[in-house]
């Protein structure tokens, strides 16, 4: 069995552009996954890709495979990778990804569908919104975008703003 590394090897850092501390990184196969104050860093196969807390919509382990599942607020296809039963990596990304959630509703939309309505806080402290929902709801269509107008002003509110 491979030793783990104390740290971000240099040639990873250099690869991912790293300019922050690591809170913890997790090698998988063909890969590097590093999760920083701003966000998660994977490094797959050569290519880096950089997303931000708050481009993360959830994240699930498979306690028997190991296998981290990442899904991300846009729609674009989860990463997924296997790390090792003793990661941290996996309850860092639960803890960023939940501290980056002030508040957040769930609405049901025309078409029995349901979005999410969330308060997020960005790593400089800003607060925005956002619908999370599965791509298949017209945010163009005026009684769905009463909804989640609706459900914005209500978490915005609750937040003082």
């Not at 196969?45 to 981290?68: I, K, P, Q, Y």
């Amino acid at each position: 069995m491979a030793r783990m590394p104390l740290h971000v090897p240099d040639e990873v850092r250099t690869a991912l552009d790293l300019d922050e501390p690591a809170l913890t990184f997790a090698p998988f196969e063909g890969g590097w996954a590093v999760a920083t104050r701003s966000g998660l860093h994977l490094l797959r196969d050569g290519t880096a890709l950089h997303r931000r807390w708050t481009d993360v919509d959830g994240a699930s382990l498979d306690g028997d495979s190991g296998e981290l599942e990442i899904r991300w607020v846009d729609g674009t296809p989860p990463a997924r990778f296997v790390v090792d039963a003793g990661s941290r990596l996996p309850r860092v990304v639960h803890d960023r990804v939940q501290n980056s959630v002030v508040l957040a509703e769930t609405v049901s939309v025309p078409g029995d569908r349901k979005l999410r309505v969330a308060l997020r806080r960005s790593v400089d402290g800003a607060l925005f919104s956002q619908v999370i929902g599965n791509g298949r709801v017209d945010l163009s269509d005026p009684a769905v975008a009463q909804v989640v107008d609706a459900a914005e002003a209500r978490v915005r509110e609750a937040a003082g703003l």
